[in-house]
């Protein structure tokens, strides 16, 4: 989907006689080369990867030069428009806090079952873009994100980078 991981937490029981400290290396060695086992640790029965996690972080970064090198195109939107990037800033800030962001995620069948009643409302802790040499990278903390929400956000800064929203409108929406 386009999406990459860094630091990305899974969970597994399992009865191997490895040692704990031996084991990141045991699973590189089975691992496709695109994948890698950084650190091994134990956790308590009831850890849950996704739901005891306190913040999540979610990166989106945007090339804004006119060409895209080829060793980058699969980690970056290529945009190299014009955008009023002070504008898009100040809408970043406009979703700081607690809201509903149902606006903001995709409809996905498989993950939404007639009489859900998981909520949209997610709590952003911090919401920015930053100028990294010819990258502008977004960047979201927060204690969970909606199916593509944060690709709509970001789609939704553009069209405030290309004027053709205002910052104030995010709110409403």
Not at 89 to 112: C, K, L, N, W
Not at 125 to 134: A, I, L, V
Not at 135 to 140: A, G, T
Request: proline share 6%; with cysteine.
């Amino acid at each position: 989907a386009g999406v990459h991981a860094l630091g990305q937490v899974a969970s597994f029981t399992t009865s191997s006689p490895i040692p704990v400290a031996n084991l990141a290396g045991a699973l590189n060695d089975v691992l496709p080369r695109a994948i890698r086992t950084i650190e091994v640790s134990e956790a308590p029965a009831e850890f849950h990867p996704r739901k005891s996690a306190r913040a999540k972080i979610y990166r989106y970064r945007i090339l804004r030069s006119d060409i895209c090198s080829p060793f980058l195109a699969r980690y970056v939107w290529h945009y190299p428009y014009p955008l009023n990037e002070q504008a898009m800033s100040i809408a970043a800030g406009q979703v700081v806090g607690e809201h509903d962001f149902t606006s903001f995620a995709a409809v996905d069948p498989e993950r939404s079952q007639p009489g859900d009643s998981h909520s949209n409302v997610r709590t952003i802790f911090s919401s920015q873009w930053s100028r990294q040499g010819d990258e502008l990278v977004y960047q979201l903390r927060g204690n969970g994100f909606l199916h593509h929400m944060v690709r709509n956000l970001v789609g939704t800064f553009i069209l405030v980078g290309k004027e053709t929203l205002q910052p104030e409108h995010i709110g409403r929406i």
